[in-house]
């Protein structure tokens, strides 16, 4: 009977512990939100621009028509099945040649 107790109690310490760990997993996972950009390909280039880049035909389509906006730089090479480029221009100036190059 003193042994049965015994084990009953390690097993709901064991589980309690487990429990602990759990929940430290789940909140660590909610600390961060994806932003809206993280479903194209990007980057941030050396000078601070956030680029852009569309996996396939129908993200280059979503990338133009939702999310071009005025002021922003439009890329897409002569080739079929190449991926369209955006670079989001945040300042009201002309996006320096070292951005366009990283694009």
């Known amino acids: 009977l003193a042994a049965s107790e015994k084990a009953l109690k390690g097993a709901t310490r064991k589980a ?3 429990l602990n760990k759990v929940e430290v997993k ?8 994806t932003h809206w950009f993280e479903k194209f390909i990007w980057f941030v280039s050396s000078e601070n621009f ?3 880049c ?13 999310y071009l906006s005025k002021g922003d730089i439009y890329l897409h090479a002569d080739i079929h099945g190449a991926a369209a480029h955006v670079i989001k ?3 009201q100036e002309a996006v320096p040649p070292l951005t ?3 694009a």
Do not use: F, P, W
């Not at 789940?26 to 939100?33: D, F, L, P, V």
């Not at 569309?54 to 939702?66: F, I, M, T």
């Open 16 to 18: 309690k512990d487990e």
């Open 26 to 33: 789940a909140s660590i996972q909610h600390i961060r939100k």
């Open 50 to 52: 956030l680029v852009l």
């Open 54 to 66: 569309g996996r396939d035909a129908q993200q280059n389509e979503l990338l133009v028509k939702r």
């Open 89 to 91: 221009n945040h300042t």
């Open 100 to 102: 366009l190059a990283q």
